[in-house]
């Protein structure tokens, strides 16, 4: 399975930007899907994650209200960032995990339950 990141850049605080994630290969295997992000000298962090049927997702509470992530299909997951800020700044980093969840499953919120991951896109937030 490969992952594709694209939507980062650069925007002022308070904007908007969207992220999206589309999985390649042997897509089948594809369960959870989530989102990481990593800042420049800190360890990467979980952001965001979803399930194959986009019934159930979960979020770090730093960007809950802001942040929505959304299945768009089995193999493309996007992530709605709004009311960015400078603190938001990272490379964020996709994610797939090949564990079998069913509908409402609790997707994974920790790297070491994802498999594949996407080459990650920089995200950069101005004051």
């Known amino acids: 399975v490969q992952l594709q990141a694209s939507g980062g850049g650069l925007v002022q605080a308070g904007g908007s930007l969207r992220l999206s994630c589309a999985a390649s290969?042997?897509?089948?295997?594809?369960?959870?899907m989530a989102w990481f992000r990593q800042a420049p000298g800190k360890e990467r962090e979980f952001v965001s994650s979803?399930?194959?049927?986009?019934?159930?997702q979960r979020s770090k509470d730093s960007v809950k209200g802001r942040f929505t992530i959304y299945r768009d299909n089995a193999n493309t997951v996007s992530l709605e960032m709004n009311g960015l800020k400078p603190e938001d700044t990272a490379v964020y980093f996709c994610?797939?995990?090949?564990?079998?969840?069913?509908?409402?499953?609790?997707?994974?919120?920790?790297?070491?339950?994802?498999?594949?991951w996407g080459q990650g896109t920089l995200v950069t937030v101005s004051s």
């Open positions: 979803i399930n194959r049927s986009g019934l159930s």
């Open positions: 994610a797939a995990s090949t564990r079998y969840g069913s509908l409402r499953a609790v997707p994974g919120t920790t790297g070491s339950e994802y498999k594949y």
């Open positions: 290969g042997r897509t089948s295997s594809v369960y959870d």
